[in-house]
């Protein structure tokens, strides 16, 4: 019987010498998320009516920290209010790893990190976490990183397959092939400059039936500034290779500002251009910018009409946004309008439309109950226009809303050094 004991024992004497000198910890988050949609990422056609919902994001985080290794664990399990009975036996969408990586810092300088994570650079116009979506964004990939004296290079690679397969097999899910990256990062005073070169490769099927993978490119370089009660910062990119036998010809380029007039209040606003494609050009290029593995949902209005699972390989973009945001102690609130043109050429049947799609009006508030509980809610109003309408071949009312409440609890489970 002691024998038994002291083998039970003994993994629990080896991990309380295995934390000794390290960091365990662990966390938990709830977050639901309830939606009216009345014309939310796209105008109701004739006979459809709004909706509404309860989404909830149950995400259950473990990391380790050492000397030399950090690792992460984070399992997530995403769904909606009722999509399953009460008394199901089984979970609709199950259990996922949102994060699994594994970090080695190779000296002072370099570590190397591979497994599932987050990558996410700047203000994640083109590789960005995305997590308004519940179930957020994160890449199997390995990275290697450098730090030293205010500079960062980041050099990673991703190679996906649907299997363990034996030989070949076509590559369906929608998901790169393959992908690579560099970002090199360096600050200097009140600037910090950045730039980004991605590769993509992405399989489909070719016109003569067999599996091709093509690639494209998106480089160009971020730029943000900071001095008192002024911030701005400026981004450029440009698009090149091939996706589905066609020419990638597009670019992208963003500017915006913000002025701290008082404590409590700041002026806020942004230009943008997306380049798009005119709907008569014949040619096979694509000269459409796709912010690719962006935060799609900060920009060009929270209603997500473009660039969120939409408005791809189409007339491109232009945003212009300026609003204001007021902060005091636990309280937080902004009102953002947008007003939208294309850049590209809009046409019904052979009448040229203008190039105005519509106006956006964002409200936005923010309120820490307490270390753990933070409530947001949100409120958000667009009036489209014909062109848009046309655009999206939808007969619809030019009022659409959208209103939300989230309560997110952050709640620390375990900590130990």
């Known amino acids: 019987m002691k024998t038994i004991k002291f083998f039970l024992g003994l993994p629990i004497l080896l991990l309380c010498n295995i934390i000794q000198g390290q960091e365990l910890e662990s966390n938990l988050q709830i977050r639901p998320r309830f939606e009216y949609r ?3 990422k796209n105008m109701l056609n004739n006979g459809q009516s709004p909706t509404s919902f309860v989404s909830q994001r149950s995400r259950l985080n473990l990391q380790f920290t ?4 950090k690792a992460k664990v984070s399992a997530q399990n995403i769904r909606v209010w009722g999509d399953m009975a009460t008394t199901a036996n089984s979970d609709k969408n199950g259990v ?4 699994a990586w594994a970090q080695y810092q190779l000296n ?7 497994g599932r994570q987050v990558i996410s650079f700047d203000n994640q116009r083109i590789m960005g976490e995305i997590d308004w979506a519940q179930q957020g964004q994160s890449h199997d990939a390995a990275v290697i ?6 500079k960062s290079l980041d050099v990673g690679a991703s190679l996906s397959s649907n299997a363990e397969n034996t030989a070949k097999m076509p590559y369906e ?7 690579q990256f560099a970002r090199y990062k360096t600050d200097f005073g009140k600037f910090g400059v950045s730039l980004l070169f991605l590769n993509a490769g992405y399989e489909f099927t070719a016109e003569d039936k067999s599996r091709k993978t093509d690639y494209n490119q998106t480089f160009g370089s971020y730029i943000h500034y900071k001095q008192d009660k002024f911030s701005a910062n400026i981004g450029g990119y440009g698009q090149t290779g091939k996706r589905n036998d066609s020419q990638v010809k597009a670019y992208y380029a963003g500017l915006f500002a913000g002025y701290k007039f008082t404590e409590n209040w700041e002026l806020k606003g942004g ?3 997306l380049s798009g494609k005119d709907q008569n050009d014949t ?3 694509i000269k459409s910018f796709n912010p690719i593995f962006g935060t799609n949902h900060a920009f060009n209005g929270l209603m997500d009409y473009f660039y969120v699972g939409n408005h791809q390989n189409s007339v491109g973009l232009q945003d212009v946004t300026l609003g204001i945001a007021y902060t005091y102690k636990k309280l937080s609130m902004e009102l953002s309008p947008h007003v939208f043109w294309s850049h590209g050429t809009i046409y019904k049947d052979t009448e040229k439309l203008d190039a105005y799609l519509g106006t956006e009006i964002d409200f936005t508030a923010k309120y820490n109950l307490d270390k753990y509980i933070t409530l947001q809610s949100g409120y958000s109003v667009f009036a489209d226009s014909e062109s848009l309408r046309a655009l999206k071949g939808i007969d619809s009312n030019p009022n659409n809303h959208w209103a939300w409440l989230m309560i997110t609890a952050n709640l620390d489970l375990y900590k130990s050094r």
């Not at 996922?96 to 994060?99: A, D, G, L, V």
């Not at 990183?145 to 205010?150: C, I, R, S």
């Open 66 to 69: 050492d000397q030399k290794i």
């Open 283 to 285: 040619s096979t290029d």
């Open 38 to 40: 009345e014309g939310y």
């Open 173 to 179: 899910i929608n998901n790169y092939k393959s992908m």
């Open 96 to 99: 996922m790893f949102f994060e």
């Open 271 to 273: 230009l943008e251009l």
């Open 145 to 150: 990183k450098f730090a030293k004296n205010g």
């Open 108 to 114: 002072e300088n370099w570590a190397v990190k591979a």
